[in-house]
């Protein structure tokens, strides 16, 4: 996937709601909006290094979107939504083995009560994907301390 939006590096201050963070770009204190849910207290540590995309919009409440937050020397994405998406993408181009039969593509179905990422139909029949994004490794397993839920 390319791209095409600049990124602007800033510094992370604090997380004022689940949505919405104070960051400091270019000496000015500005808000962004956190496209994840997820308390995320290992990663939003004030002075750590961010990656925003500007989202000049007279409309909008924040200035930016928190895109990533650098931890340890090494990127982490924020945006809950990017990976379902790159799954698409991947799966669409061929790149995915195991997922190369798979033509026919729904994305956001409806199962049961539930809503599912992906609806994958080809030759071997009907496969549900749910993707997530993970915040947190340790011991090479990726690991969800936001969301202990029953389901998750």
Not at 38 to 57: A, I, W
Not at 61 to 69: A, F, G, P, S
Request: glycine share 8%; with cysteine.
């Amino acid at each position: 996937m390319e791209r095409t939006e600049p990124l602007v590096e800033g510094i992370f201050r604090r997380r004022d709601n689940r949505f919405r963070a104070t960051v400091e770009v270019a000496g000015r204190t500005a808000a962004a909006h956190v496209p994840n849910s997820g308390r995320l207290h290992e990663l939003f540590v004030p002075g750590r290094r961010v990656l925003l995309t500007p989202r000049p919009n007279p409309h909008r409440r924040t200035e930016y979107d928190l895109v990533m937050v650098e931890v340890d020397g090494q990127w982490v994405s924020m945006d809950a939504r990017l990976p379902a998406r790159l799954f698409g993408e991947a799966v669409a181009a061929g790149e995915l083995e195991a997922f190369r039969d798979y033509t026919n593509l729904r994305p956001e179905v409806t199962y049961d009560d539930s809503r599912l990422d992906w609806r994958l139909e080809g030759p071997a029949g009907i496969c549900y994907v749910e993707v997530k994004s993970v915040t947190l490794v340790e011991a090479g397993a990726g690991l969800f301390p936001d969301a202990p839920t029953e389901r998750g």
